[in-house]
């Protein structure tokens, strides 16, 4: 049994840890149970779902099968303050995928940083079809709306959706 407690992560680490895990317990025939304690949300969720049996308290929050991505810019308020960070970079875009909370984003850079963002999604909907599917309560033609808009539910809520296996 692995215990998970977490509003999320890294998607690239939760791919990681979700092969290693899946990959040992296939190695030495090793049933996998997961449980989620306070929250299994996002990144969370992703671990969540590999279970062969997924376990959640009944006011567990469960899902937000989706992406976030966020960039805070304090340009405005370093221009008031007289305060300026000169650094330089090869290319303009470089300033996008570092922490850079001087800039704004160009129009340019945030339709990139929303397409990966699409992007992520369809992995995380793809991995998450491929140990649940079977399970899902929820229509087919239905799922993109009720389970793929980064929604959250309580423990009995995602056992009714499929999300789950017992509480």
């Known amino acids: 049994t692995i215990v998970f407690n977490t509003g999320g992560g890294s998607p690239a680490q939760s791919i990681i840890m979700s ?3 899946t990959t040992y317990c296939k190695k030495h025939h090793l049933p996998l149970y997961t449980f989620a304690e306070d929250i299994c949300a996002s990144a969370g969720y992703w671990l969540l779902c590999i279970g062969d049996k997924v376990y959640a308290d009944g006011s567990t929050l469960v899902g937000s099968i989706g ?6 810019s304090f340009q405005k308020m370093l221009e008031n303050n007289n305060f300026e960070l000169r650094g330089w970079t090869t290319n303009e875009d470089s300033f996008m995928y570092n922490q850079d909370l001087t800039r704004d984003l160009s129009e340019k850079q945030r339709d990139v940083l929303k397409s990966l963002g699409k992007t992520v999604v369809e992995h995380f909907k793809k991995h998450v079809n ?3 599917s079977s399970k899902f ?9 009720v389970l793929f808009q ?10 009714e959706l499929g999300l789950i296996d017992e509480v």
């Not at 309560?137 to 709306?145: C, F, N, P």
């Not at 980064?150 to 056992?159: C, T, Y």
Request: aromatic share 6%.
């Open 137 to 145: 309560t929820v229509e087919e033609s239905k799922r993109e709306d």
């Open 19 to 21: 092969e290693k895990i």
């Open 130 to 132: 491929q140990y649940r």
């Open 150 to 159: 980064g929604n959250i539910w309580v423990g009995r809520e995602a056992k």
């Open 67 to 72: 992406a976030v991505s966020m960039k805070a």
